[in-house]
């Protein structure tokens, strides 16, 4: 069946640092991919999304591209804040319209 | 901004008894939806509805059943809460003519059962 699969976290960074968490997916035609993030406390937002092949998402210095070739939508932020500590979820929505998540990339950002 | 309200926080609820989980959107959403969140498992989809009085089984529906009288609100039922239940419960809604868009989300319910 369809699935989404993302590294496992937590993944803890510098203020300032390079951030990447991987994402990849299963799935039988072209599905949409979604990241999703989900600050402490809070639910769900979308954070940015693509819906074909090469399409780049971006939002807030977060950017993902969609590689069909690679079955992958990666989540980058040249350099990330303190703000950014929040949990991460890649995201597919499948031909049968249903979207299914990831486990989820806990991120922590120090001073 | 579209709103979907999920109406406590948190709960703590005794083994056996009958939960009621309340979500309510303003935006005039045909789908909406129950997942729930646990570490490790990502978010799991429970039950789903296109649209008034019709309702879906996702891939966890045991132990849970939906009611959507009207359309601003989805109701997730334990009949009987097991300590197996706790958890985070997020509701979801979409509109049927939006669907390249994510879904919004509610701030979540957490669930423990004693």
């Known amino acids: 069946g369809d699935s989404v699969t993302q590294m496992e976290g937590p993944v803890t960074l510098s203020e300032e640092a390079f951030l990447t968490i991987n994402c990849t997916y299963t799935?039988?035609?072209?599905?949409?991919l979604f990241w999703y993030v989900q600050y402490p406390g809070e639910g769900l937002q979308l954070l940015l999304k693509?819906?074909?092949?090469?399409d780049k998402g971006s939002n807030k210095g977060f950017e993902a591209t969609y590689r069909k070739e690679t079955t992958s939508f990666h989540l980058e932020k040249g350099s990330v804040q303190v703000s950014d500590s929040a949990v991460y979820f890649c995201?597919?929505?499948?031909?049968?319209?249903?979207?299914?998540f990831g486990q989820g990339t806990e991120l922590s950002v120090k001073p | 901004d579209v709103k979907v309200t999920q109406s406590s926080r948190y709960l703590v609820k005794r083994t056996g008894e009958k939960v009621f989980l309340e979500c309510v959107q303003d935006?005039?959403?045909?789908?909406m939806f129950w997942y729930r969140q646990d570490p490790g498992l990502g978010l799991r989809l429970i039950y789903f509805?296109?649209?008034?009085?019709?309702?879906e089984k996702g891939d966890i529906p045991e132990g849970y059943s939906v009611s959507r009288e009207k359309k601003e609100r989805f109701s997730l039922i334990l009949e009987s809460a097991s300590t197996n239940q706790t958890s985070m419960y997020l509701c979801?809604?979409?509109?049927?003519?939006?669907?390249?868009?994510?879904?919004?989300f509610g701030s979540g319910t957490r669930l423990t059962v004693v």
């Open positions: 509805s296109y649209d008034v009085k019709m309702k």
């Open positions: 935006m005039d959403h045909e789908n």
């Open positions: 693509a819906t074909k092949a090469d």
């Open positions: 979801a809604s979409r509109s049927t003519g939006n669907t390249n868009y994510g879904y919004t």
């Open positions: 799935a039988t035609g072209y599905p949409s």
């Open positions: 995201a597919l929505k499948n031909q049968g319209g249903k979207l299914i």
